[in-house]
């Protein structure tokens, strides 16, 4: 039921593109947006040429949805909907963690089978000795949701968040990071623990920092290290794990060998063609991590510096650093956008980094954690004048006709 839901979106988007005859897109965003597109088609009809096995997947994801991302920043242009996705940001990290934590319980025995409806998220719990691992397709969603929510709070002042109080806000990220504890999720711990840090750097690039966010971004920190060390606690005393069980547990993910071998293999491949690559959708012959679709692996950016080159790797890290470079630019410009669009780049940052060792982006759910800031800088550059003076006069716009 997805596929309906998008093509009544696009279908209203279409609409309001033909009833006022323009893109809602500034002039800037058009550009990335046709330079992030033709990243795809290039390495699409590489993969071609070379008759990839994987093509048909990739053209989906880099060229469709692309064009498909791009119109929905276009229909996202207004206050209001930009408001609205920040506003679900928030209950999507308290509905993905009642889930979750549900089908945990229910796995146990707490909770009885009919009390979770199947909502066919590929749930899948593994109890082992000291830690629980929880897989889900919502779940890789909390890398990009609890950054977030923890940078707002911290970047925000003491007024309510989009009308949203403040200790709501706090008690869903609390949820939320309860969520990633329980899940096993190693990357998901990264995360949380390189917050802060992540805040902190994005903070030197602002140059009428606020004095109190140093304050909350301590506050902020200590509190989810107290909350950390309960659970831990709790675990120490009340069941048979320990906190030498998440230690073990976290250090492994240095250790593992698939993720080594899989390095090394594509580093080799990268090393026959490393100016463009072999084009999208295809794998390496000596490691193989599904059968079923043996162009992905887990180390993201390994397969993508294989697959697209030096050239490709350049484009692609051109077009996220525009994100940051444009995003910062215009948070510092304007202090009432700015807690806001500096969370966006803090949920960027972690979840790229998050991509790094899970293909998140080998899938069009994820992609929205890219193209959402994008989708807030248009709006930010589409009412300069509006933000700056009160008045309603946007800036350049691409027409269609």
């Known amino acids: 039921y997805k596929i309906p839901l998008v093509l009544l979106v696009v279908g209203i988007i279409f609409i309001d593109i033909f009833w006022s005859r323009r893109l809602n897109l500034h002039l800037h965003v ?141 008690l869903v990220l609390l949820i939320t990071v309860s969520t990633v504890i329980f899940s096993g999720r190693r990357i998901l711990w990264i995360n949380i623990l390189i917050t802060p840090i992540v805040c902190y750097l994005l903070c030197i690039f602002i140059k009428n920092r606020n004095r109190t966010w140093n304050k909350k971004l301590l506050y902020a920190t200590i509190s989810l290290l107290v909350m950390g060390m309960v659970l831990f606690a709790y675990f120490s005393i009340y069941t048979e794990w320990s906190a030498d069980d998440f230690v073990i547990r976290f250090s492994s993910l240095l250790e593992e060998e698939d993720r080594f071998l899989q390095i090394s293999a594509l580093h080799e491949g990268f090393a026959e063609n490393p100016i463009l690559g072999t084009g999208f959708g295809r794998g390496v012959p000596e490691v193989i991590r ?20 030096i050239i490709g790797i350049a484009i ?52 929205w954690t890219l193209f959402l800031p994008v989708a807030y800088i248009n709006y930010m550059m589409l009412n300069q004048d509006n933000l700056s003076n009160n008045d309603h006069v946007p800036k350049e716009r691409v027409r269609s006709g």
């Open 30 to 170: 058009f550009i990335w947006l046709a330079v992030f597109l033709t990243y795809g088609l290039i390495w699409v009809f590489i993969g071609s040429l070379n008759s990839n096995p994987g093509i048909i997947d990739y053209f989906r994801l880099s060229v469709l949805w692309a064009i498909l991302y791009g119109l929905f920043i276009s229909g996202s242009s207004g206050k209001n909907s930009i408001n609205a996705i920040v506003k679900m940001i928030i209950l999507a990290g308290l509905l993905i963690s009642f889930y979750n934590i549900a089908f945990i319980l229910k796995t146990i025995g707490v909770i009885p089978d009919n009390f979770l409806f199947n909502l066919e998220m590929g749930a899948n719990i593994g109890i082992h000795a000291g830690y629980i691992q929880l897989t889900a397709h919502n779940i890789g969603t909390l890398a990009f949701v609890a950054p977030f929510m923890f940078s707002l709070l911290v970047f925000s002042d003491d007024k309510p968040i989009l009308n949203i109080k403040r200790r709501t806000v706090f």
């Open 316 to 367: 692609y890290l051109g077009c996220i650093g525009w994100i940051y470079h444009v995003g910062l630019k215009l948070a510092d410009k304007y202090p009432n956008e700015r807690p806001i669009m500096l969370s966006l780049l803090v949920g960027m940052t972690n979840f790229l980094l998050a991509n790094a060792t899970n293909p998140y982006f080998g899938s069009y759910d994820f992609m």
């Open 290 to 309: 599904s059968y079923e679709k043996p162009w992905v692996y887990e180390m993201s950016y390994n397969i993508m510096l294989y697959n697209v080159g």
